[in-house]
């Protein structure tokens, strides 16, 4: 599996550069799947999108401002708002198809099988009757 993640490039300001924001991943492989893990603390689940094309996962997902009563005045605004979004390129050891998603606590969970051809699997070695050394004279 291989990601390429859009990267904020260093510097730029917030509203001045034109792609999404990444979202932090951890990937590993556990037994036959993949698992995936995206952190979107305050992200509502109704707004996250995934879609599979052409063996690529996109993930998005959006963060919108609290509501702020009339008459408060921000001091400080750190967290990150807007749409974020990552890419995963999917080899074609992986199952597409039956990706499961779970979201709890503002983390995103993905599982990916690893497709059945891909798995190793033991080739059976099979013996004739008459071992062709063995000739009787």
Not at 29 to 43: H, I, K, M, N, T
């Amino acid at each position: 599996m291989r990601t390429d993640p859009f990267r904020q490039p260093a510097g730029a300001t917030p509203g001045t550069w034109s792609r999404p924001t990444p979202m932090p991943m951890d990937a590993y492989r556990s037994g036959d799947e993949y698992v995936v893990v995206f952190d979107l603390p305050g992200v509502p689940p109704e707004s996250i999108d995934l879609d599979v094309e052409r063996n690529v996962l996109t993930v998005k997902a959006e963060r919108r401002p609290d509501a702020v009563a009339d008459g408060v005045e921000m001091q400080v605004a750190e967290r990150p708002l807007g749409v974020f979004s990552r890419q995963l390129f999917l080899g074609d050891t992986l199952d597409a198809g039956r990706i499961e998603a779970t979201y709890q606590h503002g983390v995103l969970t993905l599982r990916i099988p690893v497709a059945a051809k891909a798995k190793p699997r033991k080739i059976e070695i099979k013996t004739t009757a008459s071992d062709p050394q063995q000739i009787d004279a």
